[in-house]
């Protein structure tokens, strides 16, 4: 089956873009389609699809530049998908630029099966190199089908927001090791700043070539954003029974929700059982956070970070999804 892939242009084309958006929110119920019920529990499902129609052109301006949505249609001109792009509206820390972005992209069920959602893709990479950017997005840990297309096409898991509550946390402490751990000290600043450095230009360099100005830039802005209350923040170093730098960790309040702590940075030297060093780590930090009366217990585990996903599936964290992306920028 051959398809076009043009960008929406008359009614028609928004018509049926707003009407297959609103029929993927209903399969994605509780993300999207039962906070919308929620919020308009006497509404029709005609009633509903507006006010979604209304938000989402209130939430996105799609006269800018950077905001594309393309539609497919098979060579009888029946619409049959969708792909929609714009500039992220957040940026990590860790990021010179934010990339393009995709907000959605969607295959009609009935055309699934003929390689649109490649298409679809290549399309969107086209515009993406168009504007001389990275191409990124979102997706859920439970769409297997679509995590598998986007590695067939290179895409790369760059970071996976994680969380658990911290009414499961390990309250005995550590068991007994060839570390020491405890708060940070004044002499122990320059090992931390070194090691942390290290650690988040390789974020940087994650997405673009960097130099070392530009990555200490952006870690001098991270530290300044979010260390301004000390009482919500503690660091915890790990060292041998030598005294030798092996690991530390930043905690402290996440700056998107009161009750909400979240690991900041995290950096174990690679000479070192990784996996020993992380539980003592990941415990001291996540009873500081409930002793500073945190609920919860938040992460962005990079991929560049030195523990990985399975660890942290192992201590009850939860994870939505996966931000993927590819580089593209020449």
Same mark, same amino acid.
């Given at each position: ?135 990124? #997005?979102? =997706?859920?840990? &439970?769409?297997?089908? +679509?995590?598998? *297309? @986007? /590695? ?53 360099? #994650?997405? =673009?070539?960097? &130099?070392?100005?530009? +990555?200490?830039? *952006? @870690? /001098? ?55 020993? =060093? ?53």
């Amino acid at each position: 089956m051959n398809f076009q892939i043009w960008r929406a242009q008359g009614e028609e084309d928004w018509d049926f873009f707003f009407k297959l958006s609103f029929e993927m929110l209903k399969v994605l119920r509780k993300f999207m389609y039962d906070p919308l019920v929620e919020k308009n529990p006497d509404a029709s499902d005609e009633e509903l699809a507006n006010l979604h129609r209304k938000e989402t052109e209130e939430y996105f301006d799609f006269s800018k530049q950077d905001a594309k949505v393309f539609i497919a249609k098979t060579d009888e001109d029946v619409p049959c998908g969708y792909l929609w792009m714009g500039g992220r509206n957040s940026k990590d820390v860790w990021d010179i630029e934010n990339p393009q972005w995709i907000y959605d992209i969607v295959v009609d069920p009935a055309f699934r099966g003929h390689g649109l959602g490649r298409k679809l893709m290549q399309k969107g990479e086209d515009f993406a190199r168009e504007m001389n950017l990275n191409l990124g #997005f979102f =997706v859920h840990s &439970d769409n297997t089908p +679509a995590i598998a *297309l @986007y /590695e067939r096409m290179e895409y790369r898991i760059k970071q996976v927001p994680i969380s658990k509550k911290l009414d499961t946390i390990n309250t005995t402490g550590s068991p007994e090791s060839s570390f020491t751990i405890r708060e940070e000290q004044e002499a122990d600043y320059d090992a931390i700043q070194t090691a942390e450095l290290e650690r988040f230009s390789k974020k940087v360099q #994650f997405s =673009v070539d960097a &130099d070392d100005d530009a +990555a200490k830039k *952006l @870690y /001098e802005e991270h530290i300044k954003k979010f260390s301004i209350d000390q009482e919500k923040h503690q660091r915890f170093v790990v060292f041998t029974k030598t005294g030798d730098f092996v690991g530390v960790i930043w905690v402290g309040n996440s700056g998107f929700h009161e009750e909400v702590a979240m690991i900041h940075e995290l950096v174990i030297d690679p000479v070192h059982d990784k996996q020993v =060093v992380g539980e003592l780590l990941i415990d001291s930090a996540e009873r500081w956070a409930k002793n500073a009366e945190f609920s919860s217990i938040y992460m962005l585990l990079h991929a560049k970070d030195d523990l990985d996903l399975d660890f942290f599936k192992k201590r009850n964290y939860k994870v939505p999804g996966f931000f993927m992306e590819k580089r593209l920028k020449s």
